[in-house]
Structures are given as structure tokens and as C-alpha cells.
């Protein structure tokens, strides 16, 4: 199963099937297109667009948690302060032990991450639809989410240099070190194909129409962060 002695040798097999994989870098091109996107006027559409993305990837992700393949579940990643604890304890001795799926450690930072994404996108959205009331914590739930992913990523450079074990390279082909009995029999190509088809479909038919879709939905006051009218008024609403 999860074994800190398998052979430096051993084989590769697969363990992120091609939804997990399609997921994590939309998740991740939206996260940071909305960000870049964020507080400019003339960029809301797009920022709101990336946004609900975030949003919508990880409401699915939650639905796959359930349904998906043996390591994309939340069963199989989820562990007790116990095993948390002594993860930790072996990653300080740089000796941290192999899982072929999320360490236990990563899968709080995931679970941690999913949250924040729906909260930090849900409060977007209410302050695009119902007004100022929601910014402020929309942006303090962005920030937590941008430090986050900072930790993410350092905690990805790390883990992959002590297991000597491209990580994000494994987040692309989904396969890592492991014995064949760990790995996952099939990608399900279908279902991702399908999933970045949708969201690539999305974001064509909302930027080509941009007073349809999201673009009705909006406060007077986004409609005019939309450059309706080039103006971003600070002054009472209708
Ligand atoms: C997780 C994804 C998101 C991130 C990281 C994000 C980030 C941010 C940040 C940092 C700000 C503050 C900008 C500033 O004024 O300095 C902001 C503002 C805002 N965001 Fe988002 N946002 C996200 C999702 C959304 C969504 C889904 C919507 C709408 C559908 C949205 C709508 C807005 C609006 C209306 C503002 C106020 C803009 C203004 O008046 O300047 N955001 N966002
Ligand atoms: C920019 C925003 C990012 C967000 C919001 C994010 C979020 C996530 C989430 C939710 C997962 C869990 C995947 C799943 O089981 O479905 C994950 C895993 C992972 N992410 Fe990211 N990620 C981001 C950026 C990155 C970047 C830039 C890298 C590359 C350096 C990266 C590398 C990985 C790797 C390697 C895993 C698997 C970790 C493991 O082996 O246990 N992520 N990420």
C-alpha cells in the first residue's frame, strides 16, 4: 500500500485518472486568471467568468470526491490527526513516509483549498449580484486562498525533492512510483474531456456574449465596472 521502501526502481502506475488531472490545472488557470483579473473595471466579465469557474471545478471535485477513481476520493486520502501528525513528524526528520495518492497532510491543504474556493467564488458572486455588502469578505477569503496556494506549491517543491518524485509532472501524465496494485485500472478520458469541454464552452459563449449569462445578472454597479458606460461611480445606486 503506502510504502516508504518501495524501490527507487519501481514501476510507474497510474493514480490521477484524466478528471482529477483536467480539474486541478483548470482550477488552477482560474484561480490565477481571476486573481489577475481582480479589482479592474474593465476586466470584470472575466474575472467574474474565471471566478464561477473556480466555483463550479470545485463543486464537482467534491461530487468526484464521492464518485471518482480509488485515490481521487475522499475516503482514501482522509486521515486522522494521528497519521497527520506522524507524516509531519517524519517530513521534519526528512524521512517523510510514500503515499501513492494525497499524503495525509496535502489532504488537508485540498480539503482546505476546495472550501476557500467555493467561499472566496460564492461571496464573488453575491457581491457581483447583490452589491458592495459582500466584498470586503470576498477579498479577505481570496486572500486566505491566494496564501494557501502559496503554501501548496512550496509543499509540492518540498515533497517532490525529499521523495525525489516529480510531482506536478505526475499532476499531468498521472502516474507515480508505486506497485502495480496501487494504481488506478483506467483514466476515464471521457468524463475529462467532457469537463474541459464544458468550461472552455463556457468561457466562449459568456465572453462572446457578454450581456448574456452572468452579464444580466449583475448589479447596476458591475454593469458598470462591465465599461457599460466607462464609469465606476462610488456614488448611491438605483
Ligand atoms: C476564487 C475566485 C476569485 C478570486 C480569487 C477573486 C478575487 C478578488 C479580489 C482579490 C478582489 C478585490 C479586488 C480589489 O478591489 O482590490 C475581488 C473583487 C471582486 N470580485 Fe472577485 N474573485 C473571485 C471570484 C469572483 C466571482 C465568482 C465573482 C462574480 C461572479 C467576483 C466578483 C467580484 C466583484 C464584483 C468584486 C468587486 C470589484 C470592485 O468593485 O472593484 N469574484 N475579487
Ligand atoms: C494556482 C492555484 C492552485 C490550486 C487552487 C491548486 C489546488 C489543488 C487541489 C485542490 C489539489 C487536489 C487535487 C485533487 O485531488 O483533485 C491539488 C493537488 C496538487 N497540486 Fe495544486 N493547485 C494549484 C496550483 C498548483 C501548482 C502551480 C502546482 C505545481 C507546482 C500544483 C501541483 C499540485 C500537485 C503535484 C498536486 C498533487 C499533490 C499530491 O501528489 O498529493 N498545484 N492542487
Not at 476515464?188 to 469537463?195: I, K, Q
Not at 468550461?199 to 457599460?228: C, K, M, N
Request: charge should be positive; include cysteine.
Amino acid at each position: 500500500m503506502n510504502d516508504s521502501t518501495l524501490p527507487r526502481g519501481a514501476g510507474k502506475v497510474l493514480v490521477w485518472d484524466v478528471p482529477v488531472r483536467v480539474f486541478h490545472w483548470l482550477l488552477a488557470g482560474s484561480f490565477a486568471g481571476a486573481w489577475l483579473t481582480a479589482g479592474h473595471e474593465r476586466w470584470m466579465l472575466l474575472h467574474a467568468t474565471l471566478g464561477c469557474t473556480v466555483l463550479a471545478l470545485a463543486v464537482l471535485r467534491v461530487a468526484w470526491g464521492f464518485l471518482g477513481t480509488r485515490h481521487a476520493r475522499f475516503a482514501a486520502f482522509l486521515r486522522g490527526p494521528g497519521e497527520i501528525v506522524r507524516y509531519l513528524g517524519g517530513l521534519v526528520r526528512g524521512k517523510p513516509r510514500h503515499y501513492v495518492g494525497h499524503n495525509p497532510a496535502g489532504a488537508l491543504a485540498i480539503v482546505a483549498l476546495l472550501a476557500l474556493a467555493v467561499t472566496a467564488a460564492a461571496t464573488g458572486l453575491a457581491t457581483y449580484t447583490l452589491g458592495e455588502a459582500y466584498e470586503d469578505v470576498h477579498e479577505v477569503l481570496a486572500n486566505l486562498m491566494l496564501g494557501l496556494v502559496g503554501l501548496h506549491v512550496a509543499a509540492v517543491v518540498v515533497s517532490s525533492r525529499l521523495h525525489r518524485e516529480n510531482l506536478a509532472a505526475a499532476m499531468v501524465t498521472g502516474r507515480k512510483r508505486g506497485a502495480r496494485a496501487d494504481g488506478i485500472p483506467r483514466g476515464l478520458r471521457l468524463p475529462g474531456v467532457l469537463l474541459l469541454a464544458a468550461v472552455l464552452g463556457f468561457w466562449g459563449w459568456q465572453l462572446t456574449h457578454p450581456s448574456g449569462g452572468l452579464g444580466a445578472i449583475a448589479t447596476a454597479e458591475a454593469h458598470r465596472d462591465h465599461g457599460d458606460d466607462g464609469g465606476h461611480g462610488d456614488d448611491g445606486d438605483d
